[in-house]
């Protein structure tokens, strides 16, 4: 998932809501740890207002690529399936887990009977096919890899669908744990079309109030709701806080009540306020640099060729990656937080196999750039997201790469403009980062793979896609994890992206709300959330 703040996380335990401990003093901050959860009773009634740290993109399932469109969704469109605090796949529109056939080509899903969209019109296994089928087929869609491997979907009867595929996939449940799965009313999609976003229906505890470009977007509880009697909130409104010290200084003062995605430099002050909890969480992602190799014709389109210097030069995007140090990196962006790595897959992750990154060598980085014979200084030109973390992130950058002959200029852009840059090609280097999903094609084959619709580096190899198709067909994890280890190590190779690592995210909380759910995916629920019966 594409996002406007440099955040994904790396954690492969259940999260929780805690309180967060220790002074607001001195020296790098300290992670919040991770315990039980906050279950006291919560009262009916009540608005939430939520800081997110972007707009999101448009709120169509079948075309959204941001972090906090996500975290929107999560209150307004429901999926098949969803994930647990035990980072399990679990049913949610489903009723239980895909039946699949023995050669895996066939997937059977029983779906809820008696539900509604939340426009009144039922739920059915028609509607899921129509979802579905504009996930994989329409050609905005950027799910379509997504599904890539469905080649049709079949109404057996209103509660059933079977799925056939074109080859076994055994990243399916995971991808229809994601906006692949949710299921919009067909009679939305009818009405709206290609439009769908601008007043998504689905089935969720939430349904689309409102919306204000660049200000907020408002949700109000949902009359059609299946389990309506657990959602405690009459209103969320989600607004838009781009800047992380406006977010942290509205939490404090009560302007709103959930700070999402706080910047690790605020951790540290709000630990010592007692009218706040800090707790942390995080998706399976991880922070890039993104250097533009092929991606000339926009990114879902046949590679081409990009004349900038670092595309023409491989041995130039070495000696960058070699200027980079993802630890000092790490300690003055991230206060020490985060966890250098160069590899899309968790460091904790089953399907980790072990890597080696480059090396932080400025020596070898100039001999790289003088054999190179391109005249320094070699102008780099980096697209970062124009936060003051993010700012600070490309600061850094420039000032390692200056060191070995590059001339770095950054050019601020805010997320719309940084997703229409990606997917055109219209760039040289940006940052991105990528929330990540449970299974690790969902962290790849969108990303990596040729003519993904978040390729942004236009990178295509088959050393890359074989790999990669080939893992999302077998169950062996060491098999798949192998498989995942060689194309890592040729993306490695060719430098469209340079990972520089896993991250957690931060999520700050008025002491009064309970009821959140927060897991490894790093999206905040609130179907259960609101004002705690008891203060603390």
Known sequence: MHVRLLLAALVLAPLSLTACSGSGSGGAATAPSRATADNRAVKNGGTLTVALISDPDALDPSTGTSLVGREVFASICEKLYDTNAQSQ???MLATALPKLSADGKTATIEVRSGIKFNDGTPFDAAAVKKSLDRARTWSKSTRRQDLAAVSKVTVVDPTTVRLTLSRPFTPLTAQLADRAGMIMSPKALDKLGDNFGTAPV???PFEFESRTSDTQIVVKKSPYYYDKSKVKLDKIIYTIMVDPNSR???LKSGDVQIADQLATTSVNGLKGDPNVKVVSGGGLGYGSLVINIGDANG???????????????PELREAFEMSLDRKAINKAVFDGLYQPDCSPIPLNSQFRTKTTCTPFDVAKAKSLVAKSGVKTPIPVTFEVYNDSTNMRLGQVIQSMAKAVGFDVKLQPADAAANIQDGASGTFDTMTIAWSGRIDPDGNVTNLITTSGAINYSGVSDPGIDGPITQASGETDVAQRAALYAKAV???????GVIYLY?????MGLNKDIAGVEYYEDGLPRFKTAGYAAESR
């Open 489 to 495: 190590a040729r993306q490695a190779a060719l430098r």
């Open 248 to 250: 942290a200084v509205n």
């Open 502 to 506: 896993h991250s957690e995210y931060y």
């Open 299 to 313: 990114a879902t389109k046949k590679p081409g060729k990009v004349n900038t210097t670092l595309a023409q030069h």
């Open 202 to 204: 689905c089935v969720a």
């Open 89 to 91: 796949l679990v049913p």
